[in-house]
């Protein structure tokens, strides 16, 4: 057997016997025939990031067909902003790999994600989880390679304080049960997420950790496995999905929102990415990091100030982007180091086997820990449109092998130290800054859009549309604004709560 398909949590796959990837829409009736699936749910997010739902009651077998073969048709106005209401008709149709049976769900349903399509039949050119897909599409195109990613969803859990067994403030990292409050519902989530078909890494409670005004705080973090570009995205959407869905049935309150309070750890989305050919993995070349992963930086340091636009979209991104916390401030990049903007972690590259040396009886596993090797963007959070993110970081790595100078500017950005430390001053005053605002984010996609908007990948109504809304926010001057007014900064954490 397929050691991918045993132990799966998703029963789709554990019933069909073959990934995802395979599902066809003879395999999703035969699911829905068996399993005696009552009712269809198509899910697709919309300009506000958050995903959208349609429900269908199965009447028959020709109109279980016909929705599936076909789709539906909705109001692309009240979806997304850059469409008129007088020409707004869209279809969506699902994607058969995207199937799970839904956990919330009273009646037995079944929810697959779509893709939306204007009136001639094709692709929304403006769809963000089409522009995902070009983008991927355009990196193997230029490189031959394939982009593959996944994210570190970080979110606030907030419930009743019972004022036992306090957790110490801001000191909340792999904390464990009774001083982390929430890791069973985590791992309740983590389950849900699965069945729907997410690559779980592994969950655990985050550093952040506060009471206020008889509440309790407390940051937890799910990252994902590696996948093709795309797949990450969807798996991400789902998860933010079914963590409100499961916080909404337990009485608890969740946020992704970048800031919620002053002094305290916000919360992130961190990207993992790594490239691969025929299998495998390219990060690492006789154990060192590679050319090919360097022009990737390379081309991350380049439009990092632009990536802000699709990562980072709305005020209270830019508090924390703050100087002297872990999320970054400086275009820059290094091994294991927290305060650069893209970090390469840790990645088993030693040549002892470390399974053995713990463990004495077994032998030695030769294990390939070469795929493990991944690099990290740190700036983005929660209200980012995953799609636009997720493409706009492929284009990023792209463009490190469209441009000559890749490797001198990946040599150039290159730190090995803790720049925030006094002693490092001289060489934090040569680095670039990341945008402070959404004003100054949308300047600086205004001038790169360029890169972006080529192969047709980014259309230029979508960058239109995201640089008008990033200076709708009128902040340029927000972060000196706020820095004495706690009023206006709750007022500003409030209306963003629930952002993405």
Known sequence: MNKELEMTPNALVEFLQKPASEFTKEDIIRYIYEK???MVNFMYPAGD???????????NAAYLDAILTCGERVDGSSLFSFIEAGSSDLYVVPRFRTAFE????????????CSFFNKDGEPLESSPEYTLRKACKAFKEVTGMEFEAMGELEYYVIAPDEGVFPATDQRGYHESAPYAKFNEFRTECMHCIAQAGGQIKYGHSEVGNFTLDG???EQNEIEFLPCPAENAADQLMIAKWAIRNLAHEYGYNITFAPKITVGKAGSGLHIHMRIMKDGKNQMLANGVLSETARKAIAGMMCLAPSITAFGNTNPTSYFRLVPHQEAPTNICWGDRNRSVLVRVPLGWAAKTDMCSLANPLEP???????QKQTVEMRSPDGSADLYQLLAGLAVACRYGFEIDNALEIAEKTYVNVNIHKEENQDRLKALDQLPDSCAASAICLRRQRAVFEKYNVFSPSMIDGIIHKLESYNDSSLRKDMEDNPEEMLKLVNTYFHCG
């Open 36 to 38: 005696d699936i009552q």
């Open 49 to 59: 990031g958050r995903l959208k739902t349609l429900n269908f009651v199965i009447n």
């Open 102 to 113: 839904d956990p919330f769900a009273e009646l037995p349903t079944l929810t697959m994600l």
């Open 215 to 217: 509440l309790i705080y």
């Open 364 to 370: 030695v596993s030769h294990y390939d820990t070469s």
